[in-house]
T-cell receptor, first 112, second 116 residues
Framework: GNSVTQMEGPVTLSEEAFLTINCTYT??????LFWYVQYPGEGLQLLLK?????DKGSNKGFEATYRKETTSFHLEKGSVQVSDSAVYFC???????????FGQGTRLTINP | EPEVTQTPSHQVTQMGQEVILRCVPI?????FYWYRQILGQKVEFLVS????????KSEIFDDQFSVERPDGSNFTLKIRSTKLEDSAMYFC??????????????FGNGTRLTVT
């Protein structure tokens, strides 16, 4: 079946630190991969996506590269800000499928 | 930018009562979904809906749940007899059609359901 495993949280960093949140997946086909972000009290917002191997998704300084050989889609940012504090969800959508399968989420807190 | 809207933002109900959660998906989207998130836990798939019928549902989506698209714009989730464990944030989402699974789901801000 399809599943997504994320790095355990919570993660606490200082402002301007480098961020990595690990995500690995298991899929029966050729999925598209997504990162969603949930700010406090809000819904899920699409952060970035990649639809095929070696694609890099990027947005707001965040990046993630679709690595088929390691079945990974790690989220990175070079210099985090306090406003990046949120819960980050990795997700996959298998080719031709409708539903999105989420990882368990990683809570990120950035201290000034 | 068009968005998915959900009402109400917060619903409190007593155990055993029926609730209807409402959603207006993005207008040119053809796939609709309900997800839920129990406090502090994973976002779980409930059901997907396409062409006026359920296309997939999870084990969670038992006979107590139903979905409907009563008109051209609304998409509703009904829980017939709520239980305490139905307390969660319920997210509606929609996506475009015909993209082979590459298009993202667009989510609403959710309805927090509290069953007392």
């Amino acid at each position: 079946g399809n599943s997504v495993t994320q790095m355990e949280g919570p993660v606490t960093l200082s402002e301007e630190a480098f961020l990595t949140i690990n995500c690995t997946y298991t899929a029966t086909g050729y999925p598209s991969l997504f990162w969603y972000v949930q700010y406090p009290g809000e819904g899920l917002q699409l952060l970035l996506k990649a639809t095929k191997a070696d694609d890099k998704g990027s947005n707001k300084g965040f990046e993630a590269t679709y690595r088929k050989e390691t079945t990974s889609f790690h989220l990175e940012k070079g210099s985090v800000q306090v406003s990046d504090s949120a819960v980050y969800f990795c997700a996959l959508r298998n080719q031709g499928a409708q539903k999105l399968v989420f990882g368990q989420g990683t809570r990120l807190t950035i201290n000034p | 930018e068009p968005e998915v809207t959900q009402t109400p933002s917060h619903q409190v109900t007593q155990m055993g009562q029926e609730v209807i959660l409402r959603c207006v998906p993005i207008s040119n989207h053809l796939y609709f979904y309900w997800y839920r998130q129990i406090l502090g836990q994973k976002v779980e798939f409930l059901v997907s809906f396409y062409n006026n019928e359920i296309s997939e549902k999870s084990e969670i989506f038992d006979d107590q749940f139903s979905v409907e698209r009563p008109d051209g714009s609304n998409f509703t989730l009904k829980i017939r007899s709520t239980k305490l464990e139905d307390s969660a944030m319920y997210f509606c989402a929609s996506s475009e059609a015909g993209t082979g699974g590459t298009s993202p789901l667009h989510f609403g801000n959710g309805t927090r359901l509290t069953v007392t």
